[in-house]
Each structure stands twice: as structure tokens, then as C-alpha cells.
């Protein structure tokens, strides 16, 4: 069925339950096959098509993904970068603060959004695992791409299966001043960077979430907004915890597959809901992300003790989301970004 024999008839609300409905069954299906065949971080597959597949609901221009994927792979050279310098540390430190800085001033100056974190998390987590072992780095990336590429590969097949409506009217982004983005990305990279320094000397390498999540959460406006919207973020990873507990209490009261599917389903369902008609839409994005990595990491087969780890999940982001409210909060004590005005 084509989109263009459709749309003029229908409202704004049917594209709008279309674009619910190829979210939570495009969610779930990716949830399902990651949970099922556990490829090298299948976990992040699902993350990916909730990204794609979410407001405003409309299919990239022909092309897009493969250009996505070049552009995903480009950044990944960026951290195999700093894994060789890793011996060199006068070399290696300045390198990765000024690829960091550089990533914040191009997130300022409107980088796609998934470069940007695949950019952060590249130059982040590759040289920490390159630390442990080299080819876990490798290993790492290659899973990395893997995973995206079915995920952009599963987002393709939704919006081919579901159809997506006219594309909404852009509007024209208002970027800051060059000055403005260099201020930004200087203050997005002294934040970062104390973080940084502090998980390498302490070897913590077992909470590499919190430092990823620190540096995603930092070129958000989370930071420029001050310790309010820190801790708006806080409240949305209590809203995904919250609903991961449920989830996987219920899973455990049934376990089984046809159950796991019909849940996730459901789950994803009520988010897409959440995400597309709420004002709060972005809150509860972001909780339905952390949801997915939750559950995605404490479902799988690897074994430990599932409950503990999605305590110590939720933990980590906490962590990370009460580390910025506090960042934001000190910055703009010294005065370096405005005070929250509420």
C-alpha cells in the first residue's frame, strides 16, 4: 500500500496511531529476536529501533540508513584511535579530551543526535575496554555496527510494513552562536572529564555506564537548563525502573516465551502512547530507553543473579542522573551557566 494513495484522507490522529502501532510491535520484535538468538550486544538493537521508529513516526529519505551506518562506522575509527594511543598517555589524554570536546561543539552545532552518542560512546568506552584487552575493544565495535545494522534493517521492513503519513513541517532549528557552542562544549567537557579520570585511576570499569550516560546526558539540554531539568531526568529513569521492577516480576511469576512476547508488546504499546500524545513525551522516552536497558540486560542468558543486577542497573543510572543535577547545580553556583529561573 502506498503512502501517497492514503494520506490525503486520513487525519493527523490515524498517522499518529499508526506510527504507535509500528513502534510498539517494531520494539518488541526487536526485543524478541535480541532475547532469542543473544548475538554480541543484541540488547542494543532494540534501543536503536525505539530511537528510529519514535516521534515525529516518519521514515528517513531513501538512503539514510546506509549513510547512518558509514557515518556510525566512521565515528567507531575515532575510539580505535585512542585504544593505539592508549600507551602514550601525554599523547592519549589531551587526544580524547579535545575528540570530546570536539563532539559537544558538533552536537551544539546540530550533529545528528545517534552519531553523536555513538561518537561519545566510542571515544568513552573503547579506550576502557582497550585497557582490559585490545581485542575486547574490537569486539566491542564489531557488535556495536552488528547491532545497528539490524536494527536500521528492522526499522527499514516496519515502515515498509506500516506506512508512515506526510512528513510533518520542519521547523527551522535555531543553533547558538559559534562563541556559545565553544562555551558549551568546553563546560558539556570539563564535566565529563573529573568523571573520566576518576573511573580510569579507580579501574572502574564495571560502571561504564554511568560515565557513558554522564557524557549523553550532558550535551542534552539537561545541563544548560541547570539542576531542575538533572533532576526531570532522574524522575524519568524512576519511571523506567519502576516499570522494569513490574516487568520482571511478572516475567518471573511466568516464564515463558509466548508471555515474554505478549508483555513486551504490551509494554511497548502503552509507552508509544505515552511518548507520542503526552506533553511529557520526551520523560517518558527516556524512561521507556531505560526500561529496554534494564530488561535487556538482566533477562538475557549471562547468567548471575537477575534481580541484583537490574537493582545495580537502576543504581548506575541514578547515579549518573544525580552526577549532572550536581554538575549543573555547581556551574551555575560559580556562574558559568544560568540559574534554573524555577
Not at 502506498?2 to 518488541?28: D, K, L, N, Y
Not at 559559534?178 to 570539563?190: G, H, K, M
Request: hydrophobic share 60%.
Amino acid at each position: 500500500m502506498s503512502t501517497e494513495a492514503i494520506s490525503p484522507s486520513h487525519s493527523e490522529g490515524f498517522w499518529r496511531q499508526r506510527a504507535i502501532v509500528r513502534f510498539g510491535a517494531g520494539v518488541a520484535t526487536a526485543m524478541m529476536l535480541a532475547a532469542t538468538f543473544e548475538w554480541s550486544l543484541a540488547m542494543i538493537t532494540p534501543i536503536f529501533v525505539a530511537m528510529m521508529l519514535g516521534p515525529p513516526g516518519v521514515r528517513l529519505p531513501a538512503g539514510a540508513y546506509t549513510k547512518l551506518l558509514l557515518g556510525v562506522a566512521l565515528t567507531f575509527s575515532a575510539g580505535i584511535v585512542l585504544v593505539v594511543l592508549l600507551p602514550y598517555a601525554m599523547v592519549f589524554v589531551p587526544a580524547q579530551m579535545l575528540m570530546l570536546f570536539l563532539t559537544f561543539y558538533r552536537a551544539e552545532r546540530g550533529l545528528n543526535p545517534l552519531i553523536v552518542i555513538m561518537l561519545l560512546i566510542a571515544i568513552l568506552m573503547f579506550p576502557a575496554l582497550g585497557l582490559i584487552n585490545r581485542d575486547v575493544g574490537i569486539g566491542f565495535a564489531l557488535g556495536f555496527l552488528r547491532s545497528l545494522a539490524i536494527a536500521l534493517l528492522l526499522t527499514s521492513l516496519f515502515f515498509a510494513w506500516i506506512p508512515s503519513g506526510p512528513a510533518p513541517a520542519k521547523p527551522t532549528p535555531v543553533l547558538p552562536s559559534v562563541a556559545v557552542a565553544y562555551r558549551n562544549a568546553w563546560l558539556c567537557t570539563l564535566l565529563v572529564m573529573p568523571l573520566l579520570l576518576f573511573f580510569y585511576l579507580t579501574d572502574r570499569s564495571g560502571d561504564l555506564l554511568v560515565l557513558v550516560l554522564v557524557a549523553i546526558l550532558a550535551q542534552s539540554p539537561g545541563l544548560t537548563s541547570g539542576s531542575k531539568a538533572g533532576l526531570g531526568m532522574i524522575m524519568a529513569n524512576l519511571v523506567g525502573g519502576a516499570a522494569a521492577i513490574l516487568f520482571y516480576n511478572l516475567l518471573v511469576a511466568v516464564p515463558m516465551w509466548l508471555f515474554f512476547a505478549a508483555l513486551m508488546l504490551l509494554t511497548a504499546l502503552l509507552f508509544g502512547q505515552l511518548i507520542f500524545t503526552s506533553p511529557k513525551g520526551k520523560v517518558f522516552a527516556t524512561g521507556f530507553t531505560t526500561l529496554l536497558i534494564l530488561i535487556g540486560s538482566t533477562t538475557f542468558s549471562d547468567g548471575g543473579d537477575a534481580s541484583t543486577k537490574l537493582m545495580v542497573r537502576i543504581g548506575q543510572m541514578l547515579m549518573a542522573t544525580g552526577y549532572l543535577a550536581l554538575g549543573a547545580w555547581v556551574m551555575s553556583a560559580l556562574g558559568w551557566i544560568p540559574r534554573s529561573s524555577d
